[in-house]
């Protein structure tokens, strides 16, 4: 049964309020993605230093860099610890979706080489997902994935090299979206530690500026610590944890900010496509509408007559 007009109209009326919130949902996320970048772009440089330091001091070690507990490679890697960073909020795309794939793949994998997973996730997202599969969460951190501030990825940081270095965990993971655009997130799957393993000693940061590492002839710098590189190298190594977390959740947080804006822009638009279609549904049914009334008059017309 075809609908009335007045019917089509009241959808057309339901879906311009859903349109009208869907682009104001886009330009509170676009106005954060603002933010957000500002300040990627801003813990970039020191990102970067404090890898490139650890990196540094890590090599100037050598064989001393397990001297200290949170340097110590384990014998054998029993446990992995997995971080997902996920929003608090969905209407975002795949945002969060990928982040739960790209860590049931992870899990897949370290069990199928014998070991056991133990995750830990930020944003409630991540959280109420892994509780709905029946893993046990290790850490939950939630509330703060519009504006992560660098205390909360202090607090996961610390917990995380605790569980290393108390043993519960033989090795650390960290699984995130890195913004790339507006448009485009990258699912990234980084080891923190052991710091022997960890993805800063296999290959470089992005855009990393080696010029302060060189002298003019085009030779490494030669630098001399004090005191001993494997001392600084303890120091480093919770300041690398931590700006690591924190540069994740402020990728993860632009990213999100861009997914939810493209999401909310596809889904104005959509409407858009709806409100028209159904526009052009009300005008054949005020037509038929029409029709049938002068159909009936002129019926009344002729048995008048």
């Known amino acids: 049964m075809a609908a009335s007009q007045a019917d089509v109209k009241d959808?057309?009326?339901?879906?311009?309020?859903?349109?009208?919130?869907?682009?104001a949902m886009e330009m509170v996320a676009a106005a954060r993605l603002r933010r957000a970048e500002q300040r990627i772009e801003a813990l970039r440089p020191y990102a970067r230093a404090i890898r490139r330091m650890t990196r540094q001091a890590a090599e100037a070690a050598g064989a001393e860099v397990s001297s200290m507990p949170v340097l110590q490679e384990h014998e054998t890697v029993n446990k992995v610890a997995v971080l997902?960073?996920?929003?608090?909020?969905?209407?975002?795309g795949a945002f969060n979706s990928q982040i739960i794939r790209a860590g049931m793949r992870a899990a897949t994998e370290h069990e199928g080489q014998g070991r056991e997973v133990v995750f830990s996730a930020s944003g409630r997202r991540g959280v109420s997902t892994l509780t709905f599969r029946g893993r046990e969460i290790a850490g939950s951190y939630v509330g703060f994935t519009d504006r992560p501030a660098y205390a909360n990825a202090r607090e996961i940081a610390e917990d995380l090299v605790t569980?290393?270095?108390d043993g519960a965990v033989d090795e650390v993971e960290i699984i995130y979206n890195g913004y790339i655009s507006p448009l485009t997130q990258e699912v990234r799957r980084e080891t923190l530690l052991p710091l022997q393993h960890a993805t800063i000693l296999s290959e470089d940061e992005e855009g990393e500026d080696h010029g302060e590492d060189e002298h003019e002839g085009g030779g490494r710098a030669l630098v001399e610590y004090e005191p001993d590189a494997d001392e600084i190298l303890g120091r480093l190594v919770p300041e690398y944890v931590e700006i690591s977390v924190y540069r994740a959740l402020l990728e993860s947080t632009a990213s999100e900010h861009g997914a939810r804006m493209t999401a909310m822009r596809n889904a104005s638009e959509n409407a858009g496509d709806i409100?028209?279609?159904?526009?052009?549904?009300?005008?054949?049914?005020?037509?038929?509408?029409?029709?049938?009334?002068?159909?009936?008059?002129?019926?009344?017309?002729?048995a008048l007559g």
């Open 11 to 23: 959808r057309i009326a339901s879906i311009q309020n859903i349109r009208k919130i869907t682009r």
């Open 84 to 92: 997902l960073v996920t929003g608090d909020r969905g209407l975002a």
């Open 163 to 165: 569980a290393f270095i």
């Open 275 to 302: 409100i028209q279609d159904l526009t052009l549904e009300m005008n054949r049914a005020r037509q038929a509408e029409i029709t049938q009334e002068i159909m009936e008059v002129v019926a009344g017309a002729e």
